[in-house]
């Protein structure tokens, strides 16, 4: 596995697969993988014959107050993943030339940023949709793995990719979760153990969601009230948003229809987390 | 020559001609074409192996009340002027598969898109840096061609290119005009043979200012004063501006420098024109 912070490096290679007829396949990721990343590398390997994924903590996709500087920068151990998962290639740039001097270029995805984290981070999307349309033009992927974890974030990059004709495929891979429930996140670290005890009422609350619809409950608000007394049950937990919105639109709902998305955020002491889940009514 | 609305056959071609080695050059315009886009399409002939020619009156560029309904639609026209300056394939897609239902992504370059056109068409460049990256991922093209007539312009494309790291090296082909001075514009046929007259005021401000630069003039106000006067001369003309900026960002300038870019922008009658010239001096 070769790793490098070189554009000229990342695109010869990237041609010389294809020149071999393989499919390519991107990872794109901020590093401090966990067993989710690991099974995007995974999947991706499983499906393209080409595997790169990408480790950049990109600075405009945070807020002023968010937390950039102490974002966990493990790039050994993630290496080390990156080539145990079965990648041939980790692309890790300096931000300096991501974002040279004079840079001025920005995408923005209307509608569906305008709520839930797009509400809650301003301009986090932004950068977000900016870093991944440079991505996927720095390496000229066939196709692109992202967790369902970040909902509204898949749901931008298919939106934008549509929108701007991007010659790539969108390809979007279950949250992986640790045994009790807990969605992986690179913040999880963060947590204390007892933070990490509390951090367990994003799920419930999207279980507690699941049950409810499934159950035959029609009135969307209750079941809104309902996530929000599971989320808010253990002390030091500050609820962003607990929403069941329409998977497509991220329209928040008032009547349940047979597809639906649940969504949460929350802070666990200063550590902000999210959680979502698909519901479907048979 | 092939001529085409669908997006799945311009991709079909363009993958074929790579297949085979070609170097693949895009031509965007707006049709109405004239001997400028002419000869974007005989320099793109010359420098690569398929030539791509797109015609699309894009909806976005242009403000409310400007004139995008009345903008000069010739395809018949333009497919055989293409054809003759050797084009191999005009793409010519309908609007509704350009901006489908729900679009929603729009790209910015900001900086050097605040002044000039920027200022007195807002929403003008961001439509065109969203339809340009439109046109380069669809036709997924090595080179493209733009005229330097629209300065401004082409300085965003390159900008954008740059900083979205899109796979596309830009080309700028220099401003053809009339034997009297007039650039060629598709507005330009909206004049009556009076304003044609007036018109030239555009091409001799500019020339004004490149003589008084050249003839070592230290004081840009009196250039820009120059050129206020000379565009202003016949009636019936209102200026938009008349800059004397710095080439690459576009900053108006307070003294001379060695390569600098007068920019004038006018209303004849109901027509608003635009001209620039590169000054160098030796």
Redesign the interface.
């Known amino acids: 596995m070769l790793a490098t912070p070189s554009?000229t490096e990342l695109?010869q290679h990237v041609a010389q697969a294809r020149a071999k007829g393989l499919k390519v396949g991107l990872v794109p990721t901020m590093g401090a993988l966990h067993a989710g990343h690991r099974s995007l590398v995974e999947t991706c390997r499983s499906e393209c014959g080409f595997v790169v994924a990408t480790i950049f903590v990109n600075p405009t996709q945070f807020g002023p107050n968010e937390d950039f500087t102490r974002y966990p920068r493990t790039l050994e151990a993630d290496l080390e993943m990156c080539r145990a998962a079965g990648a041939d290639l980790v692309f890790h740039p300096e931000t300096a030339s991501v974002y040279?001097e004079?840079?001025?270029?920005?995408?923005?995805?209307?509608?569906?940023t305008a709520r839930l984290e797009g509400e809650s981070r301003p301009g986090h999307f932004r950068g977000v949709?900016?870093v991944v349309?440079?991505l996927f033009?720095?390496a000229?992927a066939d196709v692109a793995y992202f967790g369902q974890k970040d909902y509204q974030q898949q749901l931008l990059i298919r939106?934008?990719c549509?929108?701007?004709?991007?010659?790539i495929e969108i390809r979007t891979c279950p949250t992986i979760r640790e045994p009790d429930g807990l969605a992986l996140s690179s913040r999880n670290r963060y947590l204390s153990p007892a933070e990490r005890a509390k951090a367990l009422s994003l799920s419930k609350a999207l279980r507690m969601a699941e049950r409810l619809l499934q159950a035959g409950e029609k009135n969307v608000s209750a079941v809104r009230a309902a996530m929000m007394a599971v989320l808010e049950e253990p002390t030091g937990v500050r609820v962003d948003y607990a929403s069941v919105s329409d998977p497509h639109t991220l329209a928040e709902l008032t009547t349940p229809q047979p597809e639906m998305v649940a969504l949460v955020a929350a802070r666990v002491g200063t550590t902000r987390l999210i959680d979502n889940l698909w519901i479907s009514i048979p």
């Open positions: 554009l695109r040279p004079g840079f001025s270029t920005y995408v923005d995805v209307e509608g569906i949709a900016t349309l440079k033009n720095m000229q939106t934008m549509r929108d701007l004709d991007v010659p």
